[in-house]
């Protein structure tokens, strides 16, 4: 299926966002910070970017926003897989330009859609 990279700081929400994609046939790419993610993104070339937004330095909706201006991955759709859950979150995170947005908790089936929904976006 598709190759998807997954940035969250909390361990045990890689591994739980992991499982539910591998599930689906996607390949997984998974880091625990957004550090240096451009020089990562330019050599695995992914399908689609899931981002936490609560992070250590550049949280979710700044490095949505560096994404989206970056010519090399503009056309690379973004969800944001945050618990920040107010609709002003969710507009904020779309003016970032994310392509989805999905609020922890989250069952599987949720994520799974809007993974399939971005990826034909």
């Not at 929400?13 to 994609?21: D, F």
């Not at 993610?37 to 937004?53: H, M, Q, S, W, Y």
């Not at 503009?74 to 970032?96: H, R």
């Amino acid at each position: 299926m598709s190759k998807v990279v997954v940035v969250d700081d909390v361990y045990a929400e890689l591994q739980l966002i992991e499982g539910y994609l591998k599930s689906a046939n996607h390949t997984v790419v998974s880091y625990l910070s957004a550090d240096k993610l451009e020089e990562k993104l330019a050599g695995d070339r992914p399908d689609l970017i899931i981002l936490d937004v609560i992070m250590p330095g550049r949280n979710g909706f700044q490095v949505c926003r560096d994404l989206k201006s970056d010519d090399r991955f503009k056309n690379i759709p973004v969800m944001l897989c945050t618990s920040k859950g107010q609709e002003s979150d969710k507009f904020w995170g779309q003016q970032q330009g994310a392509n989805a947005y999905v609020v922890k908790p989250f069952k599987p089936d949720e994520l799974l859609s809007a993974v399939k929904k971005a990826l034909v976006t």
